[in-house]
């Protein structure tokens, strides 16, 4: 799926997500729910390429569409407690220079099983743009 443009799997990714497989109360959908599957490939090939740090919101909004979840904090639904994600400081640049307080960043989630098994991007509220992305899986049962 590496050659596959963006926008490609963009669209792919939108057909996929009105299916709604065992997790989101259908029947088991090999293309789905499996690991192996499209939806979760089409995903992943989507954050590898949007999830890079500096990457507008407005491009993931673009190809993934409106989040399952716009949330300022991530709480993982897997019964594993909170997503763990490293400090910031307390004090940064932009406070040091006087300029207003800060706004903290949000998180745009987007199920692959439901609250289960998620990608995230972090957003820069103020640049609107990626901080980080990655995933939240629940162990396989």
Excluded: C, H
Excluded at 11 to 21: A, V
Excluded at 56 to 70: H, N, S
Excluded at 81 to 86: D, H, I, R, S, T
Aim: a negative charge.
């Amino acid at each position: 799926m590496a050659d596959e443009s963006v926008v490609a799997l963009g669209q792919r990714f939108q057909q996929l997500r009105g299916r709604p497989g065992k997790y989101g109360g259908g029947e088991y959908d090999e293309a789905i729910d499996s690991p192996e599957g499209e939806k979760f490939k089409v995903m992943k090939a989507l954050g590898d390429q949007l999830g890079l740090p500096g990457t507008p919101a407005a491009d993931l909004l673009a190809r993934f569409g409106k989040p399952d979840e716009l949330t300022p904090s991530l709480q993982s639904q897997g019964g594993g407690g909170a997503v763990p994600l490293m400090p910031g400081p307390t004090m940064d640049a932009s406070a040091a220079t006087g300029q207003q307080q800060q706004q903290p960043p949000y998180f745009l989630v987007y199920y692959w099983r439901q609250k289960s098994d998620y990608l995230y991007f972090k957003i820069d509220p103020i640049k609107e743009t990626v901080i980080t992305s990655d995933w939240n899986l629940a162990p396989d049962q």
